[in-house]
Structures are given as structure tokens and as C-alpha cells.
């Protein structure tokens, strides 16, 4: 709480800079929340939680929170705090869900792509790109999708990043499902020839 506090205190005091529209704006939006619940809470009996949302097989920010209940009151913390980036952007812009990666620079739709790093594209940390066509690689690895998200849908990787919406065995399929001759497969369904020779089609 100290350091919080602390640093919000540097911030409000370039409250009479013209130039500080940009610090004014994160002590709002991020930093106050934070410091309003700790303020409410530490040195205090509390009872702790934790609520998540998954909208699409992603944390919805606005209902993942940690909440922190005193007397009855509950003091909610929640991840949609942290900044937002209105659409459209172009790609290779930051960007926090694929609705971000919107417009005519996207013809067959864009794709919000996790940071390597934190595996997620929450407060921006994401990058927009083109969905892939037919072939491209869609593995969970590739996305940077974190570990809840292969557990929640472990068999068809990451469709969303490809223009079919279709992701079998790593690779974009066409938009009924099938791979091309070649390409790695696991039953006859996932083939356009109708048939899973070993590993390829």
C-alpha cells in the first residue's frame, strides 16, 4: 500500500502541468482503484475472492476481479483498469482483443496475437495481425495462449486465428474442416483427400 500510495502522490503532483493529461489519466484509471481498495482494506479482517469470466474462451476483463469483502461491503479490483485501445488498429498496432484489429486493412479479418512474454493481450500488450489463409499455423504455442486456454479447448488449438475459423492438427483448414494433401493430420475426417495416411494426408 505504501508504494502505491506512493507513487500516487508523485503523479498528483504534476496536477497543474498542462502536460500531464497523460499522468493524470493512469492515476485515475489505474492507480486509484488500486489504492482505494487497499486503503479500504489493509490492517483489516477481510475475506478474500476471486471472480472469472471467460467471453469466447478468453478472460473477459470486466468481470475477472479479485474482491475483497469487509462487513459486509465488497471492495472489487478488477482487470479492466488497466488501459484500453480503441479500434480499429492497423496492424502491427497494440491492441487487447481481436475486436481491436478491425477495418479495411483487414479484408478477411484481423487477429489480436498474445505477447510472447506474459501470454496475454490484456492492457494492450497485444499485437494485431492478419488472419492466416489456408495452411497457416494455428498451434496454441504460436498464439501465445497462457495454460488455461489449452486446458479449456485442448483439441482444436486456435481457430480464431485463421480466415476459415478452422484450426485442425496446427494448421488453418479450409472452411469445412479438411487439410490438404501434406499436411499432418490424426483421422481420415481431417483430410480433403478422406484419408490419414501415418501422419500426413
Known sequence: RD?????????????????AGDSNALYNH???PIQDVLNAVC???VSLGISVEFKSGALNPSNTC???TLAGNEHKLCMDIFPSC???IAPAGKCSNNDDCSGAAYPHGGYCHNDATFKTSI????????KKAEGGTCTKSWANLPVHQAFLDPGNAEKELCISNSCVCGKCASTS???PNGSACSTNDNCSSGYCMGWST
Open 123 to 130: 492492457g494492450c500488450l497485444g499485437t494485431c495481425i492478419h
Open 43 to 45: 490492517g483489516k479482517m
Open 66 to 68: 479479485f474482491i475483497a
Open 177 to 179: 474442416g479438411k487439410l
Open 30 to 32: 489505474v492507480l486509484k
Open 86 to 88: 480503441p479500434p480499429p
Open 3 to 19: 508504494v502505491v500510495n506512493a507513487v500516487a502522490d508523485a503523479i498528483n503532483s504534476f496536477e497543474g502541468d498542462s502536460n
